[in-house]
């Protein structure tokens, strides 16, 4: 079956404390991961698109990398605007919707 | 550009009434639909999704039905609402099935 799982649950970050969200995922053949904000009571924003091992893709404090299971966020340096759940989704070959993770909810404290 | 609209934002209903949400992309054509409910401490759960007018495809059985009665036109749907149909939707559109998908902002359902 396939499945994404996503690391730490939680995360509380002083703000300029750098660190990484994770994503593990078991998918034969992934056509695609993504990662979305969400901010609360609001639809996921999207981030970033990777389609193979090895890319990466950045976009201000957020870095998001692939490997061939699992992929990382890091967030460089955030600010109290960055605090928000982050999803992460794969696309499997059978190809339908995205299978999302659970999320990490960041809060980042000034 | 491409926008998704969604509504309404918040919806309280009582058990056994029924259900209709209503979700249209602007800005493309042939899109695919989809529909997702979110329960606290859960995933995104797909619903339905549509790639094209008509063609509806179910991945959980339920009490809700869905339907695509125009190109850019996604309507989620229930006859009889139960307590445990409350949540959060979200419906969201790509223009193929392994390229990024837009969410709208959803819509809290409360059953009571």
């Known amino acids: 079956e396939d499945q994404v799982t996503q690391s730490p649950e939680a995360l509380r970050l002083q703000e300029g404390e750098s660190s990484s969200l994770n994503c593990s995922y078991t998918v034969s053949g992934l056509r695609g991961l993504f990662w979305y904000r969400q901010d609360p009571g609001k639809g996921p924003e999207f981030l970033f698109t990777l389609y193979s091992a090895g890319e990466e893709k950045e976009k201000e404090r957020l870095k998001a990398t692939l490997t061939k299971k699992e992929s990382f966020l890091h967030i460089t340096a955030p600010k109290p605007e960055d605090s928000a759940t982050y999803l992460c989704?794969?696309?499997?070959?059978?190809?339908?919707?995205?299978?999302f993770g659970k999320g990490t909810t960041l809060s980042v404290s000034s | 550009s491409q926008t998704i609209h969604q509504w309404p934002a918040t919806l309280v209903q009582p058990v056994g009434s029924p259900l209709s949400l209503e979700c249209t992309v602007e800005?493309?054509?042939?899109?695919?639909l989809y529909w997702y409910r979110q329960a606290a401490g859960r995933g995104l759960q797909l619903l339905f999704y549509?790639?094209?007018?008509?063609?509806i495809s179910s991945e959980v059985p339920q009490n809700l039905s869905a339907s695509r009665p125009q190109d850019r036109q996604f309507i989620l749907s229930s006859k009889k609402l139960l307590l445990s149909d409350s949540g959060f939707y979200l419906c969201?559109?790509?223009?193929?099935?392994?390229?990024?998908?837009?969410f709208g902002q959803g819509t809290r359902l409360t059953v009571v």
């Open positions: 800005g493309t054509s042939n899109p695919n």
């Open positions: 549509s790639v094209g007018i008509g063609q």
């Open positions: 969201a559109w790509s223009q193929d099935t392994n390229t990024e998908a837009f």
């Open positions: 989704a794969v696309q499997a070959p059978a190809g339908t919707a995205l299978i």
